[in-house]
């Protein structure tokens, strides 16, 4: 069974620019969760998608967006980049039962961003 | 507020020596409890994953425990080796919550010296 997938691992913007991640789930998994790990920090949540409806969300601004398409496959943009977004930003999916479930997350390799 | 407290922050071992990483929480109702290993520039892979009713589960070289009354677990690494050193991360799931909304610890960073 294929693990989850990230595109691209490595990428280099400008401060100003917007990006776009893509994750790709385990197949059948129908939840994606987003991370944000800056150096030395642990991870932080951005945002979980389920069945394409955004269910839960972490404390980021406005500027930070995802969506997940019919096929679980998600996406997270990123718009106005400043330094501070440089970090590893992974994705993990999970069956994605109702609350309470084992809780077990499979994360990608993630995208290393680099801001300039 | 949940919380999930690791330590030590770090911690350097010898080759073929022990160690203990401590994980803390006050999630409630709690569900579950994972450890992570985190290879650098790397995702996260699961080592364990304990419920209420568990106190000990092993992974090879990795044994978690359990106390669900204190809310506080560890993770025993036994004969290491170089490929151990990674970041160790907690991860705890409260009932009702989302698995990708689980309350994460900042990690331990183990470093195996020859």
């Known amino acids: 069974k294929a693990g989850v997938t990230q595109t691209p691992r490595y990428l280099i913007k400008t401060r100003g620019q917007q990006v776009t991640l893509s994750c790709s789930p385990i197949?059948?998994?129908?939840?994606v969760s987003w991370y944000q790990q800056t150096p030395g920090q642990g991870l932080q949540f951005l945002f979980e998608?389920?069945?394409?409806?955004?269910?839960n969300k972490g404390n980021f601004p406005g500027r930070f967006s995802g969506r997940q398409f019919s096929n679980s496959r998600s996406e997270m943009n990123v718009s106005t980049l400043e330094l501070g977004d440089s970090a590893l930003y992974l994705c993990a999916s999970s069956p994605g039962a109702a609350g309470g479930n084992t809780g077990e997350l499979f994360f990608g390799e993630g995208s290393r961003l680099t801001v300039l | 507020k949940n919380q999930v407290e690791q330590s030590p922050q770090s911690l350097i071992i010898l080759e073929g020596k022990n160690c203990t990483l401590q994980c803390n929480y006050t999630v409630s109702p709690f569900s579950n409890l994972r450890w992570y290993k985190q290879d650098t520039g790397r995702g996260p892979v699961s080592l364990t994953i304990?419920?209420?009713?568990?106190n000990t589960k092993s992974n090879g070289r990795y044994t978690a425990t359990l106390d669900a009354d204190t809310k506080q677990s560890s993770l025993h690494i036994t004969a290491s080796q170089l490929s151990d050193s990674a970041s160790y991360i907690c991860v705890v799931s409260a009932w009702g919550t989302n698995a990708g909304k689980s309350t994460f610890g900042d990690g331990t960073t183990l470093t195996v010296k020859p």
């Open positions: 998608y389920f069945s394409e409806t955004q269910r």
């Open positions: 304990m419920t209420f009713s568990e």
């Open positions: 197949s059948g998994h129908r939840s």
